[in-house]
Structures are given as structure tokens and as C-alpha cells.
């Protein structure tokens, strides 16, 4: 059986450690990880999913907004990876976005983002830790059906937290899923989409949750039917 090839987007230097655990995830599952960088050529590549990894913040010109905090952008990366998942969306493939992947995609569908999140919080912490120390709330309306609930698979969930930007509007076709206790946006996803979802938190990071695995699973396995059509 043909084995999917997943593209994995990131910056040009750095992020060593997050890219490898994405790449390790989707070669368990039986992927092939194809790693992607500013500068490198993707129009012509026959890449079957995606996974869009987090990093620096999302810049607001693209959502047509002023910057409100201490810039940390990388505009050739917004650039790659807007191009990415454009293409992953006119195509209908399997994505994933992983923080400011989720954030991006929220973005492409015309959606917006709160530059910080520090004074939206009042029941949780705003310290970064990759240990599942924050509560994932799987969104009622979500419950019983919706990608998200059918993989973490219970109401109530543990995550982490590596940002300091958040999803605001959502984006056209796209629907809340999950929130964390003071209901800041975790997870959005599209109900018309095979596999469409962004999750705010580092599930490469809890590769030793089965539960989080299950992200990557289900994102090679939806990739592997791009394979045999």
C-alpha cells in the first residue's frame, strides 16, 4: 500500500525538536513526512495532507489589523504557509494546524486573532508549559458528533499551551470545537471538510497520550485515501 506524503511546514532555522515529533507521529502511522521551509517550492508537489506546526505570531496586516504587541512576525513563513494551505483547501486535503497553524487557517478562511491573551484570563494560567496542565472543554454543540469529539473522545480533555495569540472571529465554514476554562478558543474545524482541524495546543508534544496520537492518525489515514483516488 502506498504510503501518503504529508507535508510539514515550519520556519527556515530552528524548531528542530516539534518538527521531528510531527515527522516521527506521522511516520508511525505509516506517512512519509516531507519537511518545508520558506523559500521551497511546493506548487508542484503531489503532498496528500498537511500539517502546519506553530511559531512565531501570525503578522495582522494579513487579517487586517494594527499590531497591538511587540512584533514577532516572520513574513516569509505567513507567506509559505498561506500559500500551503490555500492549496490544501482548493484541494480538499487532510490539514492539521498546530498553534499558529490553527491560528493561519483561521486567518486564510477570513477569520481573526486577539494579539494576547493575557488579560482574557481569569480560571487559567498564561504560563507556557508542554505538560497537559490546562483544561481542553470539548464544545456542547460538538459533543456526539464533529472530528474533534470523536478523537479525544470524552467532554473534558488535558492539553498544553505554548501561545500568547488567539483565535477571535472565527472563519468562514469553520466552527468553534473546543475552549479552555475562561472560553478561549482551542479548536476550530470544519463540519464539511473529511479532516479539516486546528488545535491550539502541541499534540506532538503529548505523543504519549493516545488521545493525542489520535490527531495523527486520523490525518494519515484520511491522507492515504488521497493516495488510492
Not at 36 to 57: F, N, Q, W
Not at 79 to 107: H, K, M, S, W, Y
Request: glycine share 12%; charged share 25%.
Amino acid at each position: 500500500m502506498a504510503r501518503p506524503l504529508i507535508a510539514i511546514t515550519g520556519p527556515g532555522r530552528g524548531a528542530f525538536g516539534p518538527r521531528t515529533l510531527v515527522a516521527m507521529a506521522v511516520r508511525f502511522y505509516g506517512g512519509r513526512p516531507l519537511q518545508l521551509r520558506p523559500g521551497d517550492e511546493h506548487g508542484e508537489l503531489a503532498y496528500h495532507g498537511v500539517v502546519v506546526t506553530g511559531g512565531h505570531d501570525v503578522e495582522p496586516v494579513l487579517y487586517a489589523a494594527e499590531p497591538e504587541v511587540e512584533p514577532n512576525y516572520n513574513p516569509e513563513r505567513d507567506a509559505l504557509e498561506t500559500a500551503v494551505i490555500r492549496d490544501a483547501l482548493a484541494r480538499r486535503l487532510p490539514l492539521l494546524g498546530i498553534c499558529r497553524g490553527a491560528q493561519l487557517l483561521n486567518v486564510c478562511r477570513g477569520g481573526t486573532l486577539h494579539q494576547e491573551l493575557r488579560s482574557r484570563r481569569q480560571k487559567t494560567s498564561n504560563r507556557w508549559t508542554v505538560l497537559p496542565l490546562k483544561t481542553l472543554c470539548v464544545d456542547e454543540a460538538q459533543q456526539g458528533r464533529g472530528t474533534l469529539r470523536s478523537l479525544i473522545g470524552g467532554a473534558r480533555s488535558r492539553i498544553n499551551s505554548l501561545h500568547n495569540q488567539g483565535m477571535d472571529r472565527i472563519g468562514e465554514g469553520l466552527v468553534v470545537s473546543g475552549r479552555d476554562l475562561d472560553g478561549i478558543v482551542q479548536a476550530i474545524e470544519d463540519p464539511s471538510a473529511d479532516f479539516l482541524l486546528g488545535v491550539q495546543w502541541h499534540p506532538e508534544f503529548l505523543l504519549y497520550l493516545r488521545r493525542q496520537r489520535a490527531l495523527f492518525r486520523a490525518l494519515v489515514g484520511h491522507a492515504r485515501v488521497r493516495v488510492r483516488t
